[in-house]
Nanobody, 123 residues
Framework: QVQLVESGGGLVQAGGSLRLSCAAS????????IGWFRQAPGKDREGVSC????????NYADSVKGRFTISRDNAKNTVYLQMNSLKPEDTAVYYC????????????????WGQGTQVTVSS
């Protein structure tokens, strides 16, 4: 059974940092890209960052470039999202999701999703 579990969310002041983790089980990490997405109240879910199956390729939304860093440890079947210089507009529920091998901006191509972790940035 494939399962993705996010952790590391919380409340932080603007300018602070958080590191999110996405722990996967039930699948071989070498075969799957992992994307991070977020959804703020009243807004559509949007892509934040993605990393390919072996970590060779990464991409970031313009709004987080230079502040967020995605990485993965396939031995631990875990993907991380280091978030620095957080802003109030980063407040959202953050989700990780899995698709085969390479990243895509199409949310519908991600077959498995975690339950999400809340990130709240106070001003």
């Amino acid at each position: 059974q494939v399962q993705l579990v996010e952790s590391g969310g919380g409340l932080v002041q603007a300018g602070g940092s958080l590191r999110l983790s996405c722990a996967a089980s039930g699948s071989n990490a070498d075969y799957y890209a992992i994307g991070w997405f977020r959804q703020a109240p009243g807004k559509d879910r949007e892509g934040v960052s993605c990393i390919s199956n072996r970590g060779i390729s990464t991409n970031y939304a313009d709004s987080v470039k230079g502040r967020f860093t995605i990485s993965r440890d396939n031995a631990k079947n875990t993907v991380y999202l280091q978030m620095n210089s957080l802003k109030p507009e980063d407040t959202a529920v953050y989700y990780c999701a899995r698709r085969s091998y390479v990243c895509s901006g199409y949310l519908g191509s991600y077959g498995y999703w975690g339950q999400g972790t809340q990130v709240t940035v106070s001003s």
